[in-house]
């Protein structure tokens, strides 16, 4: 960056988004001097239209606001360690039902207000290209950070651990999974040998057995580490097969906005694009029943739909290999049609889109800091969470992180029990295959003690909410 050297107790926040304003916010009522920098009004991405700080570029929406709805937790506890997100978002509410909904306008000219009013925080409006030499600095750039500063942060950390889309599977509760219809078992998890994979025939071909690929030998590896029991595994007979990749076929999806240029990845195409190749394709994809047996029929199923645990405990799971573009609506109505998912519960719903982010488990530090790069932190959707309100509580946490370690103490993130928390468990979790980010779920926050006992769901999310604001609130009043 150009211009005069900051002083030694500033902090540089790239990025006027909900992340970096609420990082600069944070920082500055903590005594610290911030210069934010944003873009805007010399440059825009393609999905800004205002040159306000804070503008919320998709939905009006940040979710659901109960308590026994992890978003609805998350917001809670921000309200109560003063966000100022959640306080802009609060004054400038609309009727929403049962979630906390803003009046767009309103809502960034609150956030711009306060920002460019507070007396420790100068707003500079100019484009940063490179990873700033400054330190520290927070690059809170959000999903459509620039190419240039893009290229610079993949210099630094190497391109491999950084991502231009996302492609995500969507995640169930494991207590909403029909457990009499499935069953737990890797592929290979009982042994057997890896021979080489056919084609996928042509339509109107009779069906061969599928075989295991030679690209399948990494998997059996995965799996024998993992251990027999890794997976779950939903059946399908001919039929329900075939009806299920009609359904897919046939679903609404989401239309990819100007500004993205669909380049799917071979490697992780969205379900229904592969069902739209031809009738067998998934049966030879994600869905190939090889290497597993269905205990109840002692034979080997037509298709199998694979649920992979999201968390130690096994609280989630997600659907392997079922990243989709489909509306959420069409999520609900054909995934149920997966037998033992007739009635789950979806805490993550998937999704295919454009967003820049870096692979969180391998390169943040505890403070959310790049290990290959001391002083550089990252916050917000860049950093690995997914949503408005997730963005806001990462860049609250990484700013407090960042204080911590200012003032020379040591460095108290929230409680694993808390939501807040669960934006470092996510971003710390190293995941069975690629990182991706994610909304906060329950599966993000420590699970109840035993002693509890079993609780139905509802109950269950209670407790770890009443659980949760009495931790943060002890977290808190300690700092």
């Not at 190939?288 to 199998?304: E, F, H, I, M, N």
Request: hydrophobic residues 40%.
């Amino acid at each position: 960056m150009n211009g005069a050297e900051t002083p030694r107790d500033d902090v540089v926040v790239v990025g006027g988004g909900l992340a970096g304003c609420e990082a600069a916010y944070q920082l500055a009522q903590r005594g610290l001097r911030v210069r934010l920098v944003e873009m805007k009004p010399h440059k825009r991405t393609p999905a800004q239209t205002s040159d306000r700080l804070a503008e919320l570029v998709c939905s009006n929406s940040l979710r659901g606001a109960a308590l026994s709805n992890a978003v609805g937790l998350l917001k809670e506890e921000l309200r109560r360690v003063g966000s100022l997100a959640l306080r802009c978002a609060d004054e400038t509410s609309v009727p929403a039902g049962g979630a906390l909904a803003v009046d767009r306008e309103r809502f960034a000219e609150a956030m711009t207000r306060a920002i460019e009013a507070h007396p420790r925080i100068a707003v500079e409006r100019r484009e940063v290209t490179e990873i700033p030499a400054e330190r520290p600095v927070i690059l809170a750039t959000g999903p459509l950070t620039s190419d240039a500063l893009a290229a610079s942060l993949a210099a630094a950390v190497g391109a491999e651990h950084l991502a231009y889309y996302d492609a995500i599977a969507p995640i169930v509760s494991a207590d909403s999974i029909d457990w009499s219809r499935v069953w737990k078992q890797s592929r290979y998890g009982k042994g057997g040998a890896v021979r080489g994979e056919r084609a996928a025939p042509a339509e109107g071909a009779a069906r061969p057995e599928p075989t295991a690929s030679p690209e399948d030998a990494a998997e059996r590896r995965d799996d024998a580490e993992a251990g027999d029991e890794a997976y779950v595994n939903c059946p399908f007979d001919e039929a329900q097969y075939k009806a299920f990749v009609r359904a897919l076929v046939a679903s609404e999806k989401v239309e990819a906005r100007d500004f993205e240029e669909v380049r799917y990845f071979e490697g992780c195409l969205p379900c229904e694009v592969m069902a739209a190749r031809g009738e067998q394709t998934l049966a030879f994809g994600p869905m190939k029943p090889v290497g597993l047996t269905d205990p109840r029929t002692g034979r080997r199923p037509y298709a199998v739909l694979q649920l992979r645990p999201e968390d130690e405990a096994a609280t989630a799971y997600n659907l392997v290999g079922f990243q989709t573009r489909m509306k959420y609506a069409e999520q609900l109505r054909v995934f149920r049609m997966v037998p033992g998912l007739e009635e789950a519960e979806f805490l993550r719903m998937g999704s295919v889109h454009r967003n820049t982010f870096v692979d969180a488990p391998a390169l943040l530090g505890p403070a959310m800091e790049l290990r290959a790069l001391p002083g550089v932190h990252l916050a917000g959707q860049i950093s690995g969470v997914e949503g408005y309100v997730e963005s806001a509580a990462a860049g609250f946490v990484c700013a407090i992180l960042l204080a911590q370690r200012l003032r020379n103490e040591p460095l108290r993130p929230p409680p694993p029990t808390t939501a807040l928390g669960g934006i470092l468990t996510h971003l710390g979790r190293k995941q069975p295959s690629s990182y991706q980010p994610s909304n906060i779920t329950w599966a993000h926050i420590a699970p109840l003690d035993p002693a509890h006992g079993k609780l139905r769901k509802r109950a269950r999310y209670e407790a770890m909410a009443e659980r949760a604001l009495r931790d943060l609130d002890a977290w808190w009043a300690a700092g």
